[in-house]
Nanobody, 122 residues
Framework: QVQLVESGGGLVQAGGSLRLSCAAS????????TGWFRQAPGKEREFVAA????????SFSDSVRGRFTISKDNAKNTVYLQMNSLKPEDTAVYYC???????????????WGQGTQVTVSS
């Protein structure tokens, strides 16, 4: 069983940056893809970014493309989401998910972390 732990959230002013981490523990030997999703109050969870096992494929939502990057360190079983030029509308709880295949859909991931809060002030 895999456990995912997100970290790196916090309060930042608009235009600032944060780097989120998603650390996996447990049965981590199988190849997997990782996705980042976010959920703002009163809204459904939405896709943010995803990265394939070897990092050769990445995808971003239109709202974050050009501002966010995703990377991974398989030796550390950790995936990073670098968020630059943050906007108040990026405020949400950010979750990472892990699945067997690369996907931009929430149902493509079967293990989830507890989430980390990102708040961007104007």
């Amino acid at each position: 069983q895999v456990q995912l732990v997100e970290s790196g959230g916090g309060l930042v002013q608009a235009g600032g940056s944060l780097r989120l981490s998603c650390a996996a523990s447990g049965l981590t030997t199988s190849p997997y893809a990782t996705g980042w999703f976010r959920q703002a109050p009163g809204k459904e969870r939405e896709f943010v970014a995803a990265i394939s096992w070897r990092g050769g494929m990445t995808s971003f939502s239109d709202s974050v493309r050009g501002r966010f990057t995703i990377s991974k360190d398989n030796a550390k079983n950790t995936v990073y989401l670098q968020m630059n030029s943050l906007k108040p509308e990026d405020t949400a709880v950010y979750y990472c998910g892990r699945g067997a295949s690369f996907s931009i859909r929430e149902k493509g991931y079967d293990s989830w972390g507890q989430g980390t809060q990102v708040t961007v002030s104007s």
